[in-house]
Protein backbone atom coordinates (compact mmCIF):
# COMPACT_ATOMS: atom_id res chain seq x y z
CA UNK A 1 0.00 0.00 0.00
CA UNK A 2 1.08 3.61 -0.61
CA UNK A 3 3.06 6.03 2.32
CA UNK A 4 1.51 8.40 3.36
CA UNK A 5 3.06 10.67 5.23
CA UNK A 6 1.23 13.27 7.68
CA UNK A 7 1.50 17.17 7.29
CA UNK A 8 0.10 17.71 10.81
CA UNK A 9 0.26 17.04 14.19
CA UNK A 10 -0.32 13.94 15.83
CA UNK A 11 -0.25 10.38 15.48
CA UNK A 12 0.48 9.69 11.83
CA UNK A 13 0.01 5.99 9.82
CA UNK A 14 3.22 5.50 8.02
CA UNK A 15 0.97 2.57 6.20
CA UNK A 16 -2.85 4.15 6.09
CA UNK A 17 -4.18 0.81 7.17
CA UNK A 18 -1.85 0.39 10.47
CA UNK A 19 -3.87 -0.18 12.89
CA UNK A 20 -3.96 2.22 16.08
CA UNK A 21 -2.03 0.99 19.50
CA UNK A 22 -2.72 3.23 22.06
CA UNK A 23 -5.22 2.79 24.99
CA UNK A 24 -7.32 5.86 24.61
CA UNK A 25 -5.83 7.71 27.26
CA UNK A 26 -5.13 10.72 24.84
CA UNK A 27 -3.98 14.09 26.16
CA UNK A 28 -6.63 16.71 27.07
CA UNK A 29 -8.34 18.11 24.07
CA UNK A 30 -8.10 21.84 23.84
CA UNK A 31 -10.53 22.09 20.78
CA UNK A 32 -14.08 19.80 20.24
CA UNK A 33 -14.09 17.68 23.48
CA UNK A 34 -16.78 15.85 24.76
CA UNK A 35 -18.62 18.37 26.35
CA UNK A 36 -18.42 20.61 23.56
CA UNK A 37 -19.47 18.29 21.08
CA UNK A 38 -22.55 16.84 22.95
CA UNK A 39 -23.96 20.52 24.08
CA UNK A 40 -22.92 21.60 19.87
CA UNK A 41 -22.78 25.57 21.13
CA UNK A 42 -21.18 27.50 18.48
CA UNK A 43 -17.89 28.58 18.95
CA UNK A 44 -16.61 32.08 17.91
CA UNK A 45 -13.94 31.08 16.00
CA UNK A 46 -12.78 28.03 13.74
CA UNK A 47 -10.41 25.59 15.29
CA UNK A 48 -7.07 23.82 14.70
CA UNK A 49 -6.79 21.14 12.26
CA UNK A 50 -5.28 19.40 14.95
CA UNK A 51 -8.75 18.49 16.05
CA UNK A 52 -9.49 16.01 13.78
CA UNK A 53 -6.32 13.83 13.67
CA UNK A 54 -6.28 10.58 16.03
CA UNK A 55 -3.82 11.99 18.75
CA UNK A 56 -1.03 10.32 20.41
CA UNK A 57 -2.30 7.09 22.83
CA UNK A 58 -5.27 7.27 20.12
CA UNK A 59 -7.40 3.59 20.31
CA UNK A 60 -8.76 1.61 18.12
CA UNK A 61 -12.63 2.26 17.58
CA UNK A 62 -15.13 0.83 19.28
CA UNK A 63 -18.32 1.40 17.11
CA UNK A 64 -18.55 1.37 13.31
CA UNK A 65 -20.47 3.68 11.40
CA UNK A 66 -22.08 2.52 8.28
CA UNK A 67 -25.37 4.04 7.56
CA UNK A 68 -26.53 7.48 6.84
CA UNK A 69 -25.54 10.78 8.54
CA UNK A 70 -28.13 13.57 8.43
CA UNK A 71 -27.42 16.66 9.08
CA UNK A 72 -30.28 19.97 10.34
CA UNK A 73 -31.10 21.94 8.01
CA UNK A 74 -32.45 24.46 10.05
CA UNK A 75 -29.20 24.37 12.26
CA UNK A 76 -27.23 24.50 9.09
CA UNK A 77 -29.10 28.18 7.81
CA UNK A 78 -29.48 29.68 10.84
CA UNK A 79 -26.46 28.90 13.19
CA UNK A 80 -23.35 28.81 11.11
CA UNK A 81 -20.69 31.50 11.20
CA UNK A 82 -19.44 33.07 8.40
CA UNK A 83 -16.83 35.79 7.22
CA UNK A 84 -15.33 36.65 4.09
CA UNK A 85 -12.27 37.07 3.73
CA UNK A 86 -11.89 38.43 0.36
CA UNK A 87 -14.63 38.74 -1.94
CA UNK A 88 -15.57 40.20 -5.49
CA UNK A 89 -17.68 37.43 -6.97
CA UNK A 90 -16.68 35.92 -10.50
CA UNK A 91 -20.30 34.57 -10.34
CA UNK A 92 -22.39 37.56 -10.40
CA UNK A 93 -25.93 35.47 -10.66
CA UNK A 94 -25.85 35.57 -6.49
CA UNK A 95 -24.87 38.24 -5.02
CA UNK A 96 -22.13 38.37 -2.62
CA UNK A 97 -23.66 39.41 0.60
CA UNK A 98 -27.13 36.81 -0.39
CA UNK A 99 -28.18 34.77 2.96
CA UNK A 100 -27.52 30.88 0.43
CA UNK A 101 -23.66 32.20 0.61
CA UNK A 102 -23.54 31.87 4.60
CA UNK A 103 -24.47 28.44 5.15
CA UNK A 104 -24.28 24.88 3.88
CA UNK A 105 -26.86 22.38 1.60
CA UNK A 106 -28.67 19.99 3.09
CA UNK A 107 -26.40 16.75 4.46
CA UNK A 108 -27.52 13.17 3.81
CA UNK A 109 -24.90 11.34 2.87
CA UNK A 110 -23.66 7.15 3.48
CA UNK A 111 -20.84 6.23 4.83
CA UNK A 112 -19.05 2.59 5.92
CA UNK A 113 -16.10 2.21 8.21
CA UNK A 114 -13.62 0.02 6.60
CA UNK A 115 -11.04 -0.19 10.94
CA UNK A 116 -9.98 3.28 11.29
CA UNK A 117 -10.92 4.43 8.29
CA UNK A 118 -14.41 6.17 6.85
CA UNK A 119 -15.75 6.08 3.73
CA UNK A 120 -18.21 7.88 1.74
CA UNK A 121 -19.87 6.21 -0.91
CA UNK A 122 -20.89 9.44 -3.18
CA UNK A 123 -17.33 11.01 -3.79
CA UNK A 124 -17.64 12.93 -6.89
CA UNK A 125 -18.97 16.49 -6.59
CA UNK A 126 -23.30 16.80 -5.91
CA UNK A 127 -24.79 18.66 -8.12
CA UNK A 128 -27.29 21.05 -7.18
CA UNK A 129 -30.34 19.68 -6.77
CA UNK A 130 -34.31 19.88 -4.70
CA UNK A 131 -32.83 17.96 -2.17
CA UNK A 132 -29.89 19.67 -1.57
CA UNK A 133 -32.13 22.89 -1.09
CA UNK A 134 -29.43 25.36 -1.91
CA UNK A 135 -28.82 27.07 -4.90
CA UNK A 136 -25.28 27.83 -4.72
CA UNK A 137 -23.09 25.36 -2.75
CA UNK A 138 -22.36 21.95 -3.81
CA UNK A 139 -20.66 19.04 -2.19
CA UNK A 140 -17.31 17.50 -2.45
CA UNK A 141 -17.40 14.29 0.52
CA UNK A 142 -14.57 13.14 0.87
CA UNK A 143 -12.92 9.99 3.50
CA UNK A 144 -11.94 10.31 7.44
CA UNK A 145 -10.74 8.60 10.01
CA UNK A 146 -12.19 7.09 13.12
CA UNK A 147 -10.75 6.67 16.64
CA UNK A 148 -11.45 6.30 20.11
CA UNK A 149 -10.31 8.62 23.47
CA UNK A 150 -11.08 7.51 26.69
CA UNK A 151 -12.41 10.75 27.44
CA UNK A 152 -15.19 10.42 25.09
CA UNK A 153 -17.32 8.26 27.21
CA UNK A 154 -18.17 5.27 25.27
CA UNK A 155 -18.19 7.12 21.91
CA UNK A 156 -15.91 6.93 18.94
CA UNK A 157 -14.82 10.29 17.37
CA UNK A 158 -14.74 10.42 13.51
CA UNK A 159 -13.28 13.08 11.23
CA UNK A 160 -13.73 13.19 7.38
CA UNK A 161 -12.45 15.65 4.95
CA UNK A 162 -15.25 17.82 2.48
CA UNK A 163 -15.49 20.63 -0.15
CA UNK A 164 -18.12 22.37 -1.33
CA UNK A 165 -17.56 23.92 -5.03
CA UNK A 166 -20.11 27.31 -6.46
CA UNK A 167 -22.79 25.76 -9.02
CA UNK A 168 -21.34 25.99 -12.33
CA UNK A 169 -18.06 27.63 -11.35
CA UNK A 170 -14.45 25.32 -10.29
CA UNK A 171 -13.76 26.71 -7.24
CA UNK A 172 -12.93 24.78 -4.39
CA UNK A 173 -13.56 25.63 -0.66
CA UNK A 174 -12.24 23.30 1.61
CA UNK A 175 -13.14 22.16 5.42
CA UNK A 176 -13.34 19.22 7.80
CA UNK A 177 -16.29 17.48 9.71
CA UNK A 178 -16.12 16.06 12.99
CA UNK A 179 -19.02 14.18 15.63
CA UNK A 180 -18.87 11.38 18.19
CA UNK A 181 -21.38 8.15 17.88
CA UNK A 182 -22.27 4.50 18.82
CA UNK A 183 -23.12 1.76 16.66
CA UNK A 184 -26.43 2.18 17.88
CA UNK A 185 -27.15 5.26 16.04
CA UNK A 186 -26.34 7.47 19.45
CA UNK A 187 -24.49 10.90 18.06
CA UNK A 188 -23.43 14.11 18.62
CA UNK A 189 -23.62 17.44 16.89
CA UNK A 190 -21.25 17.48 14.18
CA UNK A 191 -18.60 20.26 14.23
CA UNK A 192 -17.68 21.97 10.64
CA UNK A 193 -15.80 24.44 9.43
CA UNK A 194 -14.20 25.78 6.34
CA UNK A 195 -10.59 27.19 6.00
CA UNK A 196 -9.19 27.05 2.56
CA UNK A 197 -9.77 27.25 -0.84
CA UNK A 198 -8.66 27.65 -4.29
CA UNK A 199 -10.52 30.43 -5.27
CA UNK A 200 -8.85 33.88 -6.54
CA UNK A 201 -11.77 35.64 -6.17
CA UNK A 202 -13.80 34.70 -3.40
CA UNK A 203 -12.47 33.41 -0.12
CA UNK A 204 -14.24 32.87 2.64
CA UNK A 205 -14.28 31.09 6.44
CA UNK A 206 -17.50 28.71 7.38
CA UNK A 207 -17.58 27.10 10.66
CA UNK A 208 -20.21 26.25 13.37
CA UNK A 209 -22.03 23.44 15.26
CA UNK A 210 -25.61 21.46 13.50
CA UNK A 211 -27.17 18.59 15.19
CA UNK A 212 -27.51 15.36 13.52
CA UNK A 213 -29.22 12.03 12.87
CA UNK A 214 -27.08 8.47 12.63
CA UNK A 215 -29.31 5.79 10.93
CA UNK A 216 -27.25 2.77 10.85
CA UNK A 217 -27.66 -0.11 7.95
CA UNK A 218 -29.17 0.40 4.26
CA UNK A 219 -25.61 0.11 2.64
CA UNK A 220 -25.69 -1.79 -0.74
CA UNK A 221 -22.95 -3.97 -0.51
CA UNK A 222 -20.42 -2.31 1.44
CA UNK A 223 -17.87 -4.63 1.24
CA UNK A 224 -17.75 -3.74 -2.56
CA UNK A 225 -17.21 0.14 -1.14
CA UNK A 226 -14.60 -1.13 1.23
CA UNK A 227 -12.64 -2.83 -1.64
CA UNK A 228 -12.64 -0.25 -3.85
CA UNK A 229 -11.23 2.12 -1.51
CA UNK A 230 -8.47 -0.03 -0.40
CA UNK A 231 -7.67 -0.42 -4.18
CA UNK A 232 -7.77 3.45 -4.32
CA UNK A 233 -5.26 3.66 -1.37
CA UNK A 234 -3.25 0.77 -2.42
CA UNK A 235 -3.05 2.74 -6.27
CA UNK A 236 -1.71 6.21 -4.55
CA UNK A 237 1.95 7.00 -5.50
CA UNK A 238 3.94 7.41 -2.49
CA UNK A 239 3.72 10.70 -0.67
CA UNK A 240 6.78 12.23 0.93
CA UNK A 241 7.26 15.85 3.23
CA UNK A 242 9.54 18.21 0.51
CA UNK A 243 12.52 17.87 2.50
CA UNK A 244 12.88 14.56 1.49
CA UNK A 245 13.57 15.14 -1.56
CA UNK A 246 16.91 16.98 -0.08
CA UNK A 247 17.93 13.58 0.88
CA UNK A 248 16.59 11.63 -1.64
CA UNK A 249 18.09 13.71 -4.50
CA UNK A 250 21.26 15.10 -4.03
CA UNK A 251 21.96 18.96 -4.96
CA UNK A 252 18.37 19.99 -4.63
CA UNK A 253 18.15 23.94 -4.00
CA UNK A 254 14.98 23.27 -1.24
CA UNK A 255 14.35 26.87 -0.93
CA UNK A 256 14.02 27.19 -4.28
CA UNK A 257 11.23 24.84 -4.63
CA UNK A 258 8.47 27.06 -3.29
CA UNK A 259 7.13 29.43 -5.27
CA UNK A 260 8.34 32.83 -5.97
CA UNK A 261 6.58 35.88 -5.82
CA UNK A 262 6.25 39.15 -7.34
CA UNK A 263 5.46 42.13 -5.79
CA UNK A 264 2.54 43.17 -7.54
CA UNK A 265 0.46 40.38 -9.00
CA UNK A 266 -1.05 42.17 -11.79
CA UNK A 267 2.31 42.00 -13.53
CA UNK A 268 3.17 38.86 -13.59
CA UNK A 269 4.61 36.63 -16.57
CA UNK A 270 1.73 34.36 -17.92
CA UNK A 271 -2.25 35.27 -16.87
CA UNK A 272 -2.62 38.19 -14.69
CA UNK A 273 -5.48 38.07 -12.65
CA UNK A 274 -7.78 40.78 -12.12
CA UNK A 275 -9.80 39.38 -9.51
CA UNK A 276 -6.40 39.38 -7.39
CA UNK A 277 -5.59 42.03 -4.82
CA UNK A 278 -1.85 43.05 -4.93
CA UNK A 279 -2.00 44.69 -1.61
CA UNK A 280 -2.31 41.14 0.02
CA UNK A 281 0.37 39.19 1.67
CA UNK A 282 1.22 36.82 -1.30
CA UNK A 283 2.57 33.69 0.19
CA UNK A 284 -1.04 33.62 2.04
CA UNK A 285 -2.39 32.31 -1.35
CA UNK A 286 -0.63 29.35 -1.80
CA UNK A 287 -2.34 26.38 -0.77
CA UNK A 288 0.51 23.45 -2.07
CA UNK A 289 3.32 22.36 -3.98
CA UNK A 290 5.00 19.27 -4.90
CA UNK A 291 7.16 17.26 -6.95
CA UNK A 292 7.00 13.89 -8.63
CA UNK A 293 9.91 12.16 -9.87
CA UNK A 294 10.32 8.80 -9.90
CA UNK A 295 6.65 7.78 -9.06
CA UNK A 296 7.05 9.76 -5.70
CA UNK A 297 5.47 12.78 -4.62
CA UNK A 298 7.09 15.26 -2.30
CA UNK A 299 4.57 17.71 -0.94
CA UNK A 300 4.92 20.90 1.15
CA UNK A 301 2.74 20.61 3.85
CA UNK A 302 -1.24 21.92 2.55
CA UNK A 303 -1.91 25.37 4.31
CA UNK A 304 -4.77 26.36 5.66
CA UNK A 305 -6.20 29.17 8.03
CA UNK A 306 -6.23 26.49 10.65
CA UNK A 307 -3.03 25.31 10.29
CA UNK A 308 -1.45 22.11 7.71
CA UNK A 309 -4.13 20.22 6.20
CA UNK A 310 -4.80 17.13 8.24
CA UNK A 311 -5.69 14.60 5.15
CA UNK A 312 -3.24 16.10 2.39
CA UNK A 313 -4.33 12.73 0.19
CA UNK A 314 -7.44 14.19 0.22
CA UNK A 315 -7.48 17.68 -0.16
CA UNK A 316 -9.77 18.42 -3.28
CA UNK A 317 -8.05 20.62 -5.67
CA UNK A 318 -9.75 22.54 -8.91
CA UNK A 319 -7.86 22.02 -12.17
CA UNK A 320 -9.26 24.89 -13.48
CA UNK A 321 -7.54 25.64 -17.22
CA UNK A 322 -5.06 22.21 -16.91
CA UNK A 323 -8.38 20.93 -18.32
CA UNK A 324 -7.58 22.11 -22.03
CA UNK A 325 -4.88 20.16 -21.76
CA UNK A 326 -5.77 16.99 -19.95
CA UNK A 327 -9.26 16.42 -20.42
CA UNK A 328 -9.82 18.30 -24.20
CA UNK A 329 -6.12 17.94 -26.19
CA UNK A 330 -6.04 14.53 -24.25
CA UNK A 331 -9.30 13.28 -25.88
CA UNK A 332 -7.91 14.39 -29.67
CA UNK A 333 -5.12 12.58 -29.22
CA UNK A 334 -6.64 9.20 -27.59
CA UNK A 335 -9.53 9.84 -30.85
CA UNK A 336 -6.69 10.25 -33.08
CA UNK A 337 -5.18 6.97 -31.70
CA UNK A 338 -8.46 4.83 -31.76
CA UNK A 339 -9.43 6.02 -35.33
CA UNK A 340 -6.21 6.28 -37.15
CA UNK A 341 -8.11 6.45 -40.32
CA UNK A 342 -10.01 9.11 -39.31
CA UNK A 343 -14.01 9.74 -38.06
CA UNK A 344 -16.77 10.79 -40.62
CA UNK A 345 -16.85 14.58 -41.58
CA UNK A 346 -20.65 15.21 -39.68
CA UNK A 347 -22.45 13.55 -36.78
CA UNK A 348 -25.16 12.64 -38.96
CA UNK A 349 -26.25 12.67 -42.79
CA UNK A 350 -25.17 15.99 -44.31
CA UNK A 351 -22.88 17.73 -46.52
CA UNK A 352 -19.57 16.00 -46.08
CA UNK A 353 -19.26 12.07 -44.77
CA UNK A 354 -15.83 11.37 -45.63
CA UNK A 355 -13.30 10.25 -43.02
CA UNK A 356 -11.46 12.99 -41.27
CA UNK A 357 -8.31 13.32 -38.96
CA UNK A 358 -9.82 14.23 -35.50
CA UNK A 359 -8.23 17.53 -35.35
CA UNK A 360 -9.54 18.87 -39.04
CA UNK A 361 -13.19 18.38 -38.02
CA UNK A 362 -14.94 21.64 -39.06
CA UNK A 363 -16.72 23.07 -36.27
CA UNK A 364 -19.73 24.12 -38.65
CA UNK A 365 -20.36 20.51 -39.39
CA UNK A 366 -20.81 19.50 -35.72
CA UNK A 367 -22.25 22.45 -33.93
CA UNK A 368 -25.64 23.81 -35.36
CA UNK A 369 -25.25 27.09 -33.77
CA UNK A 370 -21.54 27.74 -35.62
CA UNK A 371 -23.32 26.71 -38.75
CA UNK A 372 -25.95 29.30 -38.94
CA UNK A 373 -23.58 31.65 -37.28
CA UNK A 374 -22.00 31.33 -40.85
CA UNK A 375 -18.40 32.46 -39.79
CA UNK A 376 -17.14 28.75 -38.65
CA UNK A 377 -16.94 26.91 -41.96
CA UNK A 378 -13.07 26.77 -42.51
CA UNK A 379 -12.44 26.50 -38.32
CA UNK A 380 -11.24 22.78 -37.25
CA UNK A 381 -11.35 21.53 -34.42
CA UNK A 382 -7.34 21.55 -34.60
CA UNK A 383 -7.59 25.36 -34.68
CA UNK A 384 -9.86 25.79 -31.42
CA UNK A 385 -7.60 23.94 -28.90
CA UNK A 386 -4.47 25.87 -30.51
CA UNK A 387 -6.81 28.71 -29.48
CA UNK A 388 -6.80 29.99 -33.07
CA UNK A 389 -10.07 30.04 -34.07
CA UNK A 390 -10.18 33.61 -35.31
CA UNK A 391 -12.65 34.75 -33.73
CA UNK A 392 -11.98 37.89 -31.27
CA UNK A 393 -12.14 41.30 -30.13
CA UNK A 394 -9.19 41.85 -28.39
CA UNK A 395 -5.92 39.97 -29.63
CA UNK A 396 -3.33 42.17 -28.40
CA UNK A 397 -4.48 42.41 -24.64
CA UNK A 398 -4.01 39.02 -23.52
CA UNK A 399 -6.70 37.58 -21.58
CA UNK A 400 -9.09 40.90 -22.55
CA UNK A 401 -11.92 38.91 -23.91
CA UNK A 402 -11.88 36.01 -21.48
CA UNK A 403 -12.01 37.88 -18.74
CA UNK A 404 -14.52 40.52 -19.79
CA UNK A 405 -18.29 41.05 -18.60
CA UNK A 406 -20.04 40.06 -21.13
CA UNK A 407 -17.86 36.49 -20.73
CA UNK A 408 -18.52 35.80 -17.51
CA UNK A 409 -21.94 36.64 -17.14
CA UNK A 410 -23.19 34.87 -20.94
CA UNK A 411 -21.23 32.37 -20.34
CA UNK A 412 -19.40 31.60 -17.39
CA UNK A 413 -22.70 32.19 -15.32
CA UNK A 414 -24.55 30.53 -17.83
CA UNK A 415 -25.53 26.78 -16.60
CA UNK A 416 -27.04 24.90 -19.82
CA UNK A 417 -25.57 23.65 -22.80
CA UNK A 418 -27.64 25.95 -25.21
CA UNK A 419 -26.71 29.32 -23.91
CA UNK A 420 -22.95 28.26 -23.71
CA UNK A 421 -23.23 27.25 -27.14
CA UNK A 422 -25.02 30.27 -28.01
CA UNK A 423 -22.58 32.51 -27.04
CA UNK A 424 -19.22 30.56 -27.75
CA UNK A 425 -20.52 30.18 -32.05
CA UNK A 426 -21.74 33.72 -31.91
CA UNK A 427 -20.55 36.66 -29.39
CA UNK A 428 -16.73 36.62 -30.78
CA UNK A 429 -17.03 37.80 -34.75
CA UNK A 430 -14.22 36.72 -36.99
CA UNK A 431 -11.51 38.78 -37.56
CA UNK A 432 -8.85 36.83 -38.93
CA UNK A 433 -8.11 33.49 -40.91
CA UNK A 434 -8.32 30.52 -38.86
CA UNK A 435 -4.83 29.35 -37.36
CA UNK A 436 -3.51 32.34 -37.80
CA UNK A 437 -3.59 34.44 -34.20
CA UNK A 438 -4.07 33.48 -30.87
CA UNK A 439 -6.95 35.03 -28.43
CA UNK A 440 -7.40 32.79 -25.18
CA UNK A 441 -11.07 31.93 -25.22
CA UNK A 442 -12.17 29.19 -22.61
CA UNK A 443 -16.13 29.46 -24.65
CA UNK A 444 -13.38 27.99 -28.19
CA UNK A 445 -12.37 25.17 -25.96
CA UNK A 446 -16.09 24.40 -24.72
CA UNK A 447 -17.18 24.03 -28.75
CA UNK A 448 -14.30 21.88 -28.69
CA UNK A 449 -15.40 19.77 -25.73
CA UNK A 450 -18.91 19.68 -27.19
CA UNK A 451 -17.25 18.46 -30.82
CA UNK A 452 -15.49 15.77 -28.80
CA UNK A 453 -18.72 14.69 -27.11
CA UNK A 454 -20.46 14.11 -30.31
CA UNK A 455 -17.48 12.07 -32.15
CA UNK A 456 -17.15 9.69 -28.83
CA UNK A 457 -20.97 9.28 -29.28
CA UNK A 458 -21.31 8.38 -32.48
CA UNK A 459 -17.90 6.49 -32.93
CA UNK A 460 -17.20 5.21 -29.25
CA UNK A 461 -20.67 5.05 -28.23
CA UNK A 462 -19.99 6.16 -25.09
CA UNK A 463 -19.52 9.89 -24.18
CA UNK A 464 -16.02 11.76 -24.28
CA UNK A 465 -15.97 11.32 -20.05
CA UNK A 466 -16.76 7.70 -19.99
CA UNK A 467 -14.29 7.09 -22.99
CA UNK A 468 -11.57 9.37 -21.38
CA UNK A 469 -12.52 7.05 -18.24
CA UNK A 470 -12.10 4.04 -20.46
CA UNK A 471 -8.74 4.16 -21.89
CA UNK A 472 -6.87 6.63 -19.75
CA UNK A 473 -8.70 7.22 -16.19
CA UNK A 474 -9.15 3.91 -15.22
CA UNK A 475 -5.56 3.00 -16.45
CA UNK A 476 -3.80 5.66 -14.42
CA UNK A 477 -5.70 4.61 -11.72
CA UNK A 478 -7.11 7.61 -10.85
CA UNK A 479 -9.68 8.92 -8.27
CA UNK A 480 -13.39 9.30 -8.58
CA UNK A 481 -13.51 12.59 -8.37
CA UNK A 482 -10.58 12.86 -10.97
CA UNK A 483 -13.12 11.22 -13.09
CA UNK A 484 -16.14 13.70 -12.31
CA UNK A 485 -16.06 16.68 -14.14
CA UNK A 486 -18.76 19.78 -14.04
CA UNK A 487 -21.57 18.71 -16.92
CA UNK A 488 -24.23 21.14 -17.80
CA UNK A 489 -27.78 21.66 -15.85
CA UNK A 490 -29.57 20.13 -18.39
CA UNK A 491 -30.33 16.78 -20.87
CA UNK A 492 -27.39 17.23 -22.15
CA UNK A 493 -24.80 17.02 -19.33
CA UNK A 494 -21.86 18.64 -21.27
CA UNK A 495 -18.56 18.70 -20.31
CA UNK A 496 -17.24 21.83 -19.91
CA UNK A 497 -13.64 20.79 -21.43
CA UNK A 498 -11.73 23.90 -20.35
CA UNK A 499 -12.49 23.73 -16.82
CA UNK A 500 -15.11 22.09 -14.26
CA UNK A 501 -12.12 19.25 -13.20
CA UNK A 502 -11.28 18.46 -9.95
CA UNK A 503 -8.44 16.10 -8.41
CA UNK A 504 -6.30 15.22 -5.67
CA UNK A 505 -2.22 15.47 -5.59
CA UNK A 506 -1.97 12.21 -6.18
CA UNK A 507 -4.16 12.55 -10.05
CA UNK A 508 -2.42 16.33 -10.44
CA UNK A 509 1.33 14.03 -10.47
CA UNK A 510 -0.07 11.16 -12.51
CA UNK A 511 -1.87 13.23 -15.22
CA UNK A 512 1.73 15.10 -15.43
CA UNK A 513 3.26 11.59 -15.00
CA UNK A 514 1.25 10.41 -18.02
CA UNK A 515 2.96 12.62 -20.67
CA UNK A 516 6.27 13.80 -18.83
CA UNK A 517 7.01 10.17 -18.09
CA UNK A 518 5.50 7.94 -19.95
CA UNK A 519 4.68 10.58 -23.12
CA UNK A 520 0.63 9.08 -23.75
CA UNK A 521 1.22 5.75 -22.93
CA UNK A 522 0.33 3.06 -20.03
CA UNK A 523 2.10 0.63 -19.39
CA UNK A 524 3.74 -1.15 -22.52
CA UNK A 525 0.44 0.59 -24.28
CA UNK A 526 0.01 3.41 -26.21
CA UNK A 527 -2.92 5.70 -25.70
CA UNK A 528 -2.20 8.76 -27.13
CA UNK A 529 -1.30 9.06 -30.77
CA UNK A 530 2.08 9.45 -30.42
CA UNK A 531 2.11 12.62 -32.89
CA UNK A 532 0.25 14.50 -30.88
CA UNK A 533 2.48 13.60 -27.78
CA UNK A 534 5.52 14.78 -30.32
CA UNK A 535 3.55 17.64 -31.15
CA UNK A 536 2.82 19.11 -27.24
CA UNK A 537 5.80 18.43 -26.07
CA UNK A 538 7.76 20.45 -28.16
CA UNK A 539 9.86 17.68 -30.09
CA UNK A 540 8.11 18.63 -33.67
CA UNK A 541 9.62 21.54 -35.09
CA UNK A 542 6.92 21.75 -37.72
CA UNK A 543 4.30 21.76 -35.07
CA UNK A 544 5.35 23.90 -31.63
CA UNK A 545 1.50 25.62 -31.45
CA UNK A 546 0.56 29.25 -31.91
CA UNK A 547 2.78 32.25 -30.75
CA UNK A 548 0.98 33.91 -28.01
CA UNK A 549 1.74 37.09 -28.89
CA UNK A 550 0.70 39.11 -25.87
CA UNK A 551 3.01 37.53 -24.00
CA UNK A 552 6.33 37.56 -26.11
CA UNK A 553 7.39 35.35 -28.82
CA UNK A 554 8.90 32.76 -26.60
CA UNK A 555 5.41 31.78 -25.75
CA UNK A 556 3.39 28.75 -28.01
CA UNK A 557 0.25 27.48 -27.30
CA UNK A 558 -0.44 23.70 -28.73
CA UNK A 559 -3.53 21.66 -27.99
CA UNK A 560 -3.79 22.61 -24.74
CA UNK A 561 -0.29 22.89 -23.52
CA UNK A 562 1.83 26.10 -23.02
CA UNK A 563 5.43 26.25 -23.89
CA UNK A 564 8.48 28.93 -23.32
CA UNK A 565 11.81 29.30 -22.85
CA UNK A 566 12.74 29.58 -18.85
CA UNK A 567 15.37 26.91 -18.39
CA UNK A 568 19.12 28.34 -17.37
CA UNK A 569 20.46 25.78 -16.01
CA UNK A 570 23.59 24.67 -17.46
CA UNK A 571 24.11 22.08 -20.17
CA UNK A 572 19.98 21.92 -20.70
CA UNK A 573 17.62 23.60 -23.62
CA UNK A 574 15.91 26.68 -22.32
CA UNK A 575 12.61 25.75 -23.09
CA UNK A 576 9.69 24.18 -20.72
CA UNK A 577 6.22 22.46 -21.30
CA UNK A 578 3.40 23.90 -18.86
CA UNK A 579 0.43 23.92 -17.42
CA UNK A 580 -1.63 27.05 -16.43
CA UNK A 581 -4.96 27.77 -14.64
CA UNK A 582 -7.05 30.30 -13.48
CA UNK A 583 -5.44 32.27 -10.55
CA UNK A 584 -2.19 30.76 -9.91
CA UNK A 585 -2.23 26.82 -11.28
CA UNK A 586 0.81 26.03 -12.77
CA UNK A 587 2.08 22.74 -13.79
CA UNK A 588 5.48 21.78 -15.49
CA UNK A 589 6.38 18.68 -17.40
CA UNK A 590 10.20 18.51 -17.04
CA UNK A 591 9.84 15.62 -20.32
CA UNK A 592 11.86 12.35 -19.58
CA UNK A 593 15.06 11.86 -21.92
CA UNK A 594 19.08 11.21 -21.78
CA UNK A 595 19.94 11.11 -18.56
CA UNK A 596 16.15 12.64 -17.30
CA UNK A 597 14.16 10.29 -15.58
CA UNK A 598 11.02 12.75 -16.43
CA UNK A 599 9.29 15.20 -13.39
CA UNK A 600 6.77 17.16 -12.76
CA UNK A 601 6.42 20.18 -11.06
CA UNK A 602 2.95 21.91 -9.51
CA UNK A 603 1.63 24.34 -7.15
CA UNK A 604 -1.61 25.75 -6.29
CA UNK A 605 -2.42 29.21 -5.79
CA UNK A 606 -4.99 32.06 -6.06
CA UNK A 607 -3.80 35.39 -6.32
CA UNK A 608 -3.18 35.52 -9.81
CA UNK A 609 0.85 34.35 -9.97
CA UNK A 610 3.03 32.14 -12.07
CA UNK A 611 6.43 32.76 -11.18
CA UNK A 612 8.72 29.35 -10.90
CA UNK A 613 11.75 29.79 -12.57
CA UNK A 614 13.82 29.05 -9.68
CA UNK A 615 12.14 26.23 -9.26
CA UNK A 616 12.35 24.76 -12.30
CA UNK A 617 16.13 25.28 -12.79
CA UNK A 618 16.70 23.82 -9.40
CA UNK A 619 14.39 20.27 -10.48
CA UNK A 620 16.15 20.68 -13.66
CA UNK A 621 20.25 20.70 -12.67
CA UNK A 622 19.38 18.06 -9.83
CA UNK A 623 17.20 15.55 -11.74
CA UNK A 624 18.11 16.31 -15.21
CA UNK A 625 17.06 18.79 -18.65
CA UNK A 626 13.54 18.11 -19.99
CA UNK A 627 14.21 16.67 -23.58
CA UNK A 628 12.13 19.36 -25.24
CA UNK A 629 13.06 20.73 -28.78
CA UNK A 630 13.81 24.63 -29.64
CA UNK A 631 12.43 27.05 -31.70
Not at 201 to 220: C, E, H, M, N, V
Not at 500 to 520: E, N, Q, S, T
Request: charged share 15%; glycine share 10%.
Amino acid sequence: MAAVVGLWCGAVDAVPYATLSGNGATPSRQFLDFGRMQQGSNKANSVSNSAFVPPDNAAMPTNTFNGTLQLNGADLRNESKFQVLYGTKKDTSVPLDAPEMHYLPNFSFQFVQDGTHLIPLKRNYQAEDAASGHPFWEYIIGPGRVWNENTDNGFSRAAFTFAVTEKGQNCVHNGMMSFLFKSSGEISSVWYQITAETCAYYKIDLWGFARASFTPGGIAQPGAVISAYRAEVANQLDMLPIEQLATDLAGIDQAALEPQYSSNANTVNVSPNPYSNPSEHNPAHLLNYGVMVNDRIYSAPVRTRSGAYPYPQWMVYPLYSWSKAEFVGNAVALIAKLHPDGVPGTPADGRNKNLKAIENLVVADWIPEARLNGTWENVTLGNLIDMGSGHYINKDIHLADENSAATISQFFDVLTNAGKLDFAANYYPSAASPGQVFAYHTSDFYLAARMLELVSQKVNGVGIVQSMADNIYNGLKLSRIAQSPKLTYDGAAQPYGGYGHFGYADDIAKLGRFMAVHKGAIGNTQVLDAQHVTDVLQLNPANQGLTVTPLGASFRFNNGYWSKNLISAGGCKPRIVFESGFGGLSKVLGTAGPGNPGWVYYYVSDNGEFLYAAAVNSLAAAIGCPNVGTH
